[in-house]
C-alpha cells in the first residue's frame, strides 16, 4: 500500500466503484467513503505533480469517465491533491466543510456546467467597423500622411477604441441575453487570451443541454463567420463547486 493518495474528486456515497479507467502513473482509481462521501482516489509514491498536460488531461479524465458512468453530481477538486492519511481528510475538510460539500451536492444535483468562449479577429473587426463607420474612416483618411500632434493621436486612437469596445459590447450582450435565461446560474470569468472576448460557465438542468446547444448554434449562425465559438457540454462543474460561493 502506497504512503499517498491522489485525490481527483467528492461524490455523495456510496459513489464510483469499479470504473475503467487509469489514473495519474497508470494506478487504478478506487473509492473510498467517509461518512457521506466518497473520494476518487489512486495510490502514489510521489509528493508532487507538475502540472503538464498529460497530468492535467489524465486528472480529468478520471472525472469524465465517472460521469459517463452516470456519477453526475460531484465536486472536483482541483489538480495536484496528495494526502497521506484519510484521517488528515476526515480532520481538515469532512469534519469542517461536511455541511459545506453537502450544500455543494444539493446545488449540483441534476444539474451539468458547460463553458462558453467567444474569440474573434480584432484586425477585421477594425477593418469592418472602418467600412461601416463614415465619420471614423473619414477621420482617419484626412489625416493619413500629415503629422499629427500628441493629442490627435490619443483622440483618433480613443475614438476608435470606444467604437471598437461598442461592437465587443454588442456581441457579449447578446451572448448574455440569449444563454443566460436558459441557465440556473451563469459565471463570467477573464479571457484567456487577446482575441478572447467573452468566457463564460452555466450551470444548467442536465436535461436542457440540447436546448442550450441550439441556441449557441443560433448565436454562430447571427454572427455568421465574424467569431470563432468553443462550447464545452461535458465537463466537471469547476465553476460551481467553490465553497466560497455558498452563503
Known sequence: MADRYYLYG???????????VEGL??????????????FLYSETGQ???LASRKNLLGHEKVLEEAMRCGH???LPLQFGLIIESW???VQQLVETQGAGLQQLFERLEGRREVSVKVLWDQAAELETLMQENESLRQERDALEGKQLSMDQVISIGQGIEQAVNARKEGIV?????????????????DP???????????????EDEPSFNQAIEALDAQ????????????????????LDQLD
Open 192 to 206: 484567456m487570451m487577446d482575441s478572447m472576448i467573452y468566457n463564460a460557465a452555466y450551470l444548467i438542468d442536465w
Open 47 to 49: 509528493e508532487r505533480y
Open 10 to 20: 467528492i461524490f455523495p456515497a456510496p459513489g464510483p466503484s469499479e470504473l475503467e
Open 87 to 89: 484521517e488528515q481528510v
Open 223 to 242: 454572427f455568421e463567420a465574424r467569431l470563432r465559438i468553443r462550447y464545452n457540454n461535458f465537463t466537471a462543474p469547476y465553476n460551481f463547486a467553490q
Open 72 to 74: 453526475r453530481t460531484l
Open 25 to 38: 502513473d497508470k494506478q487504478c482509481v478506487r473509492s473510498h467513503t467517509l461518512n457521506r462521501f466518497a
Open 173 to 189: 450582450a447578446a451572448f448574455r441575453a440569449t444563454l443566460n435565461p436558459l441557465a440556473v446560474e451563469a459565471l463570467e470569468n
